[in-house]
């Protein structure tokens, strides 16, 4: 079964918007959020055109923008937001809509595009960056054998609740059900 990089994601935030996807299929209601989302990365999008690379580090290099990617071998596919090519390495970007720290979710979903370049580019992937657009801040994240063994193991517990059917617990945090697509139908559920 072939997943989406962004189920990784969504899983380590709350498993149950996987569920909803895959198992119980129910209309999703797009969010503000979302929307708002959408239209803010095409805005970074054109203002990475004109800048540096100094903010990642590098003195040089490509960038390419919403690149389609897939890994037969992990069943997983996505598309990235940014990534760069250079003589030191290829290093992904994805751009993230939020005023805190990234969370783990957007960490293994970085770390899951970074394993996907790997297998598209034959080379590894050791660095990668979370782009922060609200304060236009950068993290880097060091993409270590640990994490792309944790993108596995989360492979492979989606797929094991996707094919027994079963039903995740809520979040520990009921706060990220605020803004949730799938709100009404949780609710119902529980």
């Known amino acids: 079964m072939m997943l989406k990089v962004s189920d990784v994601k969504q899983f380590l935030y709350c498993p149950r918007v996987v569920y909803f996807t895959y198992v119980m299929p129910v209309p999703r209601k797009v969010t503000r959020k979302m929307e708002y989302g959408k239209e803010e990365h095409l805005d970074i999008e054109r203002l990475e055109r004109r800048r540096k690379l100094r903010s990642y580090d590098l003195s040089g290099g490509e960038r390419r923008y919403r690149t389609k990617l897939r890994s037969e071998r992990l069943g997983v596919e996505g598309v990235l937001d940014m990534h760069i090519v250079c003589n030191s390495g290829c290093f ?31 080379k590894p992937v050791r660095q990668g960056y979370l782009y922060l657009t609200p304060g236009k801040r950068i993290y880097g994240v060091e993409i270590t054998p640990n994490a792309r063994t944790f993108v596995r193991r989360t492979l492979d517990k989606i797929r094991m609740m996707i094919a027994r059917e079963s039903f995740p617990p809520a979040p520990r945090r009921p706060a990220r059900c605020f803004e949730c697509e799938y709100r009404n139908y949780c609710a119902d559920v529980v």
């Open 92 to 122: 992904p970007v994805e751009f993230k809509n939020t005023s805190r720290r990234p969370g783990l979710h957007h960490k293994y979903q970085l770390v899951s595009y970074a394993m996907l370049l790997e297998d598209q580019y034959g």
